[in-house]
C-alpha cells in the first residue's frame, strides 16, 4: 500500500443503505481515474446490525483490501435494538462508532453522526483520549439535522458523504453526476441540496486538521466497477448459459439474481424451485435436453445438490455449478467469508469423483473460468463447478472495458446435429450407441474419451440415460468388462482435460522467479498474498507465490515444478484444517516437511499485513507467541 | 429449419416401434401392474400421434424407474424421487419434446414429494403416472407411503400406525389440472387416461394402480374394479373443485376397504401451462430454447453490452 491510498469505511446498520451509498461513491472515486477495491462486511439480518463497506481507492493496482484503513464515515444504526442492560449485543446503536476504532489507522480521519450517536454513549468510548493517542481527527456533525432541513431524515447518508468529499478535498461532479443517473424528481433534488449546502458547510466552517486528502489518477482506457458475483454471471451469459435454476442462500444469490434479471430479455430462462436437489436436477434436465445450463448455491444448499450432481457425473450431463463458500460447519457464520468447503466440493457424491473444479482468485479470473467452466463441461460432457466465496463474490474492483470485448461462445460442444447422427453408429434396433467404449475411434476431433451426444428431439438419436451404470446404447449393465470400459474411458476425459489445461495455465504467479522462500495460496485470497510478496521483497525477503485456481483435476506437473523451485512454502487459506495443503500433499504425494500453512477462520478475510507477520513468524522458527492478528500457523509434517 | 425434427414428425406410428430390440422383454416379475402401464403407453403414444424419438420418458428409481428401458423412446433414468425437477426442465429447454415421467409411490409421494408437490402447482405441461402398488417393491417389501394403517412389513414389524398419503387429494391441493386413477387391470380406461393426460394443457397426475404379486399379497389385485364416470352409483362434475375433492376423498377411503374406484376426478378444460403463463409475461422465449443452439445466424448477446450500469 503506498501512503496515498484512500481506504474509506461508511457504517451504520443494516437497512441504512449503506452498501448503496458505498456502491455510489465507490463509482465516483473510479470516475476521478483511481483503481478501487471494495470489502463489505454485514450480519445475517435485514434491518439493523453493524455493518460496513470498505472502499480502497488508489493510484496503484490495488486488488486487495488494505491494512486497517484512514477515513471513517459513522452513520449509526438507525434500527438498532434497544440495548437491555447486560445484554449480549450491548449498544448497537453505537456499533458503527465503537466497532470501527480499532482498525482505524494513525493520522485517521472520523466523521460521526451526532444526529444519531447519543452523546453520553459517545463520551463513554474516550473518543477525545484515543484520538489523541493515534493522531485521530474527530469531525462531529449532525448529519441527520442536515438531511431533515432539505428532505428526509434518510438521506443523511448523502450528507455524509458530502461532508467525506468536503474534507478530502474532492470535487462533487462525479458524485453528482452518478445521484443524477440514480435519481430524479423530487428525491434527486433534495439530494443534490443536501450535497451541495453540507460541501459548502464543511469547506467554509469546519477547521481541518488533517492530512488526508483523496488520490487523483487517471485512466488510459474505460473502466468498469463491478463484483466477482458479476464477473461470474457474465461469464456465463458469455458462455450462452441461457437456463439458470436455483433456491436463494446467503452469498451464492448475487449471481442468481444478476443471472435471473438479465435472461428474460435474451431469451433465456430463469427458475426458482423448491430446494437445491430440482435446483441442480433442472439444470440437468436443461442440460440433457440442449441448453447450456446452470445451477448453484451456498455450503448447505450445495451439499442438496450432491445427487444431481453425481446424476451428471454418471450420465455425462454437461453442467456448471457454483458453490459461494461462506463460514461453516452447518448454518455457520452466513454472511462472512471461509474457504472451508473445498474438500465438500471435491468430493461430495458418492462413488469416484468425476468433475472439474476451479477456484478463480480475482474479479477476472471468475469471468475467465467461468467460461473455461463451461468450455469443459460441454465439450467433456462433465460437471465443472466453480467454487468462490463471500469475499469474492462481493467485493468490487475496477475493470477495463475492453476486458469483456469479445466473441460470445455458445457453441454446445460434443453434440451432434441430426445429419452426422444419421452417420453415427446405432444397434440393430436403432438405439444411437451415446456411450460408446472406444469413442476416439469412430468419431474424428473429440476429444479423448469424449462419445459425442444426442438430444431429445433429434431424429436418430434416441438412448437411454442413466445413473446406474450402462452399456454403449445407455442400458443398465452390470457386466464386469462393461463395467471397466466405461470407468476408463471416463477416467481419459479427465486425463485430458489435465492436458488440455497445462496448455494455456489457468495459475497465476507473484513476485521473482528466483525467490528462495514461496507462498501458496488458492481463490480469494489470492489479493492480499499478492500484497504481501510485494512488501516482503521491500522488506528483503525473497518471496515468490503461486495461486492455484485448477483444484480438480489439479495441475500436478506445474505445483510440483514451483514447489522444487522453493525451500519452503507457506500455504495461505481461510479455514482451520488446511484443507489446500491436505489436496496438494495428496496429489503430488510429497512435500509435506516443506509446506506450512498460514490459517484464518474468524470470518474476516487476511488482510495483506498478517500475511506478512505471518510469513516474517513463519520464517522466524514458527513463534508465533507476538502475533498480533487472529490466525493460525500450522508447522510442516515432521516440524 | 428445426434441429428437431422427430417433433411434430406427421408420419404412421407402430405401436412395435415403441419396444426396444435391445430389452423387448421387462424384467418384472410375472404378474407385475407395471406391464399395464407399458401396454397402455405403447397403445396411447401412436394414438396421439407421438414417435419415440419426441418423447422423453424420465423415471425416478425402482421397479417403475425401468420402465423406460422397456420404452423405446428417448430415456432419462435419473435418481430416487427427482424425475419431475429434470422432466420439467426438459420442457422448458425444448418445449416440443413430449414430456413423460413416472415413478413409483415411494419415489413420487415419499422421497419425491416435495417436487410432486412442486411441480403440479407450476403446472407443467407434462404427464406424471406413479406407479401405485402401496409397497416398496425392489427393496423387497417395505412399508411405503400409500400403504395402509396396520399394514406390517420387516420394517414395521407391529404394523404401520401412519396415515396413508391420499395420492389424488395431494395433486389437486397442489395445482395440478388433471387428475385421474388408474388401475393396471384396466387397460382400455388407462390407455384413454393416457391419451387425455397427454393431450392436457398442463400438470395431469395419474395415480396408476399396479399390483405387487411379490411384496404385497396380501393386498387387492384392484379388481373388480369400477369407472367413476361409467357406474350410475357417482355422479359428479370433474371442473368442479370442490366436487372432485368430496370424490377423491370417497375414492381414496374405498380402497382400503377394497373397493377400487377408478377414472377422471379432475380435469381443468381452462388450464394455462406453466410454460405459456412464462412466455405470457417475457419469461422463456416463444422459440425453443434449444433450437438457439443450432442457428448459426443468431445474435448471441454479450456481457460487453450490459456494462454501462457499471461505468
Redesign the interface.
Known amino acids: 500500500m503506498t501512503d496515498d491510498d484512500l481506504i474509506w469505511r461508511v457504517s451504520g446498520g443494516s437497512g441504512d443503505g449503506i452498501d448503496s451509498t458505498s456502491q455510489n461513491f465507490a463509482?465516483a472515486l473510479m470516475?476521478s481515474g483511481l483503481n478501487i477495491f471494495t470489502h463489505r462486511h454485514y450480519p445475517s439480518r435485514i434491518r439493523g446490525g453493524h455493518t460496513y463497506v470498505e472502499i480502497r481507492a488508489s493510484n496503484d493496482d490495488v486488488r486487495s483490501r488494505g491494512d486497517g484503513y484512514n477515513f471513517l464515515l459513522a452513520l449509526g444504526d438507525s434500527f438498532a435494538r434497544n440495548p437491555k442492560e447486560n445484554a449480549y449485543y450491548g449498544n448497537e446503536e453505537l456499533k458503527p462508532l465503537s466497532e470501527n476504532l480499532d482498525d482505524l489507522n494513525e493520522g485517521g480521519v472520523i466523521v460521526y453522526d451526532t444526529g444519531l450517536l447519543d452523546e453520553d454513549d459517545v463520551a463513554e468510548l474516550d473518543l477525545e483520549e484515543r484520538a489523541e493517542e493515534n493522531d485521530w481527527h474527530l469531525y462531529p456533525m449532525d448529519l441527520r439535522e442536515i438531511a431533515k432541513e432539505h428532505g428526509r431524515e434518510v438521506m443523511r447518508n448523502t450528507a455524509g458523504v458530502a461532508a467525506t468529499a468536503a474534507l478530502l478535498d474532492m470535487d462533487l461532479q462525479h458524485i453528482k453526476e452518478i445521484m443524477t443517473e440514480a435519481m430524479s424528481g423530487d428525491i434527486l433534488d433534495a439530494n443534490v441540496t443536501i450535497l451541495e449546502d453540507t460541501y459548502e458547510d464543511v469547506k467554509e466552517n469546519t477547521e481541518m486538521t488533517h492530512d488526508l486528502r483523496a488520490p487523483t489518477g487517471e485512466y488510459e482506457s474505460?473502466?468498469?466497477?463491478?463484483s466477482g458475483s458479476?464477473a461470474i454471471?457474465?461469464?456465463a451469459?458469455?458462455a450462452?448459459c441461457?437456463?439458470i435454476?436455483g433456491y436463494p442462500m446467503t452469498p451464492w444469490t448475487d449471481v442468481f439474481t444478476i443471472m435471473s434479471q438479465?435472461l428474460?430479455?435474451?431469451?433465456?430462462?430463469?427458475?426458482q424451485?423448491?430446494?437445491e436437489?430440482?435446483?441442480a436436477?433442472?439444470?440437468?434436465?436443461?442440460?440433457?435436453?440442449?441448453?447450456?445450463?446452470m445451477s448453484g448455491s451456498s455450503g448447505g444448499g450445495f451439499a442438496l445438490m450432491s445427487?444431481?450432481l453425481?446424476?451428471a457425473e454418471q450420465?455425462e450431463t454437461p453442467l456448471v455449478l457454483v458453490e459461494a463458500m461462506r463460514a461453516g460447519p452447518s448454518t455457520g457464520m452466513p454472511t462472512k467469508p471461509e474457504q472451508a468447503d473445498l474438500e465438500h466440493v471435491l468430493y461430495t457424491s458418492q462413488g469416484d469423483s468425476q468433475r472439474v473444479v476451479f477456484a478463480p482468485g480475482n474479479i477476472r479470473e471468475a469471468y475467465e473460468q467461468t467460461r473455461k467452466a463451461f468450455e469443459i463441461a460441454w465439450d467433456y460432457q462433465i460437471p465443472a463447478i466453480l467454487v468462490y466465496d463471500q469475499k469474492l463474490g462481493g467485493e468490487n474492483t475496477n475493470v477495463d472495458?475492453e476486458f469483456?470485448?469479445?466473441e460470445?461462445a455458445?457453441?454446445?460442444g460434443s453434440?451432434l446435429?441430426?445429419e452426422e447422427l444419421l452417420e453415427a453408429a446405432h444397434?440393430?434396433?436403432?438405439?444411437f450407441k451415446r456411450f460408446q467404449h472406444d469413442p476416439e475411434e469412430n468419431f474424428e476431433g473429440v476429444p479423448e474419451g469424449v462419445s459425442p451426444r444426442s438430444?431429445?428431439?433429434?431424429?436418430?438419436?434416441?438412448?437411454?440415460?442413466?445413473?446406474?451404470e450402462h452399456n454403449p446404447?445407455?442400458?443398465?449393465s452390470e457386466d464386469p468388462d462393461n463395467r471397466v470400459a466405461q470407468m476408463d474411458r471416463r477416467k481419459r476425459k479427465k486425463e485430458a482435460i489435465r492436458a488440455e489445461l497445462d496448455e494455456d495455465s489457468q495459475q497465476t504467479y507473484f513476485g521473482p522467479e528466483e525467490a528462495e522462500y514461496g507462498i501458496l495460496t488458492w481463490g480469494s485470497s489470492q489479493g492480499a498474498v499478492k500484497e504481501a510478496v510485494d512488501r516482503l521483497n521491500e522488506n528483503g525477503h525473497s518471496v515468490k507465490a503461486l495461486s492455484v485456481s485448477d483444484m480438480m483435476p489439479y495441475p500436478v506437473a506445474e505445483v510440483t515444478e514451483w514447489l522444487e523451485s522453493v525451500d519452503e512454502a507457506m500455504v495461505v487459506e481461510m479455514n482451520a484444517t488446511a484443507q489446500f495443503r491436505g489436496l496438494t500433499q495428496k496429489e503430488l504425494g510429497r512435500f509435506g516437511d516443506k509446506l506450512t500453512s498460514l490459517l484464518k477462520y474468524n470470518g474476516n478475510p487476511f488482510e495483506p499485513a498478517e500475511v506478512v507477520e505471518g510469513f516474517e513468524a513463519n520464517v522466524n522458527g514458527g513463534d508465533t507467541s507476538d502475533l498480533q492478528a487472529q490466525v493460525r500457523i500450522e508447522p510442516a509434517a515432521g516440524d | 429449419m428445426s434441429?428437431?425434427?422427430?417433433?411434430d414428425?406427421e408420419r404412421e406410428i407402430d405401436r412395435d416401434e415403441f419396444t426396444?430390440?435391445?430389452?423387448p422383454q421387462p424384467t418384472w416379475c410375472p404378474g407385475c401392474g407395471d406391464f399395464g402401464v407399458l401396454k397402455a403407453l405403447k397403445q396411447a403414444l401412436p394414438e396421439v400421434g407421438k414417435t419415440?424419438?419426441?418423447v422423453?420418458t424420465?423415471t425416478g428409481?425402482g421397479c417403475s424407474g425401468?420402465l423406460?428401458?422397456y420404452l423405446?423412446?428417448?430415456?432419462?433414468?435419473?435418481?430416487h424421487g427427482?424425475s419431475?425437477?429434470?422432466?420439467?426442465?426438459?420442457k422448458?429447454?425444448?418445449p416440443?419434446?413430449e414430456v413423460i415421467a413416472a415413478g413409483g409411490d415411494g419415489d413420487g409421494y415419499g422421497i419425491g414429494g416435495?417436487?410432486t408437490?412442486?411441480t403440479a402447482r407450476e403446472n407443467h405441461d407434462m404427464t406424471y403416472i406413479v406407479f401405485n402398488n402401496e409397497i416398496f417393491g425392489l427393496t423387497k417389501g417395505q412399508t411405503s407411503p400409500t400403504s395402509p394403517k396396520g399394514h406390517k412389513s420387516k420394517t414395521q414389524p407391529h404394523g404401520n400406525t401412519k396415515t396413508p398419503i391420499r395420492p389424488l387429494s395431494l395433486a389437486l391441493t397442489s395445482g395440478a389440472t388433471y387428475v385421474a386413477r388408474t388401475a393396471a387391470v384396466n387397460p382400455n380406461q388407462a390407455k384413454e387416461i393416457i391419451k387425455e393426460a397427454i393431450e392436457h394443457d398442463g400438470f395431469a397426475h395419474i395415480d396408476f394402480l399396479t399390483q405387487c404379486p411379490t411384496w404385497n399379497k396380501d393386498a387387492r389385485q384392484y379388481v373388480p374394479y369400477i369407472d367413476v364416470q361409467e357406474s350410475d352409483d357417482y355422479d359428479f362434475d370433474t371442473s368442479s373443485r370442490r366436487e372432485a375433492q368430496e370424490m377423491m376423498t370417497k375414492t381414496e377411503e374405498a380402497l382400503y376397504e377394497g373397493e377400487v374406484l377408478t377414472g377422471r376426478y379432475y380435469v381443468d378444460d381452462e388450464s394455462v401451462s406453466y410454460q405459456q403463463q412464462?412466455q405470457d409475461i417475457?419469461?422463456?422465449?416463444t422459440?425453443p430454447?434449444?433450437e438457439?443452439?443450432?442457428d448459426d445466424d443468431?445474435e448471441?448477446?454479450?456481457?460487453?453490452d450490459?456494462?454501462d450500469r457499471?461505468?
Open positions: 463509482k470516475r474505460e473502466q468498469a466497477l463491478l458479476n454471471a457474465y461469464g451469459i458469455d450462452g441461457r437456463f435454476a438479465n428474460p430479455e435474451m431469451g433465456g430462462i430463469s427458475e424451485v423448491e430446494d436437489i430440482a435446483a436436477a433442472l439444470a440437468v434436465g436443461a442440460s440433457h435436453n440442449g441448453a447450456k445450463a445427487e444431481p453425481g446424476l450420465t472495458v469483456f470485448n469479445r460470445p455458445p457453441d454446445l453434440t446435429t441430426e444397434d440393430d434396433s436403432g438405439k438430444l431429445p428431439g433429434q431424429q436418430a438419436g434416441r438412448f437411454l440415460a442413466s445413473g446406474n446404447m445407455g442400458h443398465i | 434441429a428437431f425434427n422427430a417433433v414428425d426396444p430390440g435391445l430389452e419415440p424419438e419426441e422423453l424420465v428409481i425401468k423406460n428401458s423405446d423412446t428417448y430415456g432419462f433414468h435419473t435418481i427427482r419431475l425437477p429434470v422432466a420439467r426442465a426438459a422448458l429447454a425444448n416440443g419434446v416435495n417436487h408437490m412442486h412464462k417475457g419469461e422463456m422465449p422459440e430454447l434449444a438457439r443452439y443450432f443468431y448471441w448477446e454479450r456481457s460487453y450490459l456494462l457499471h461505468k
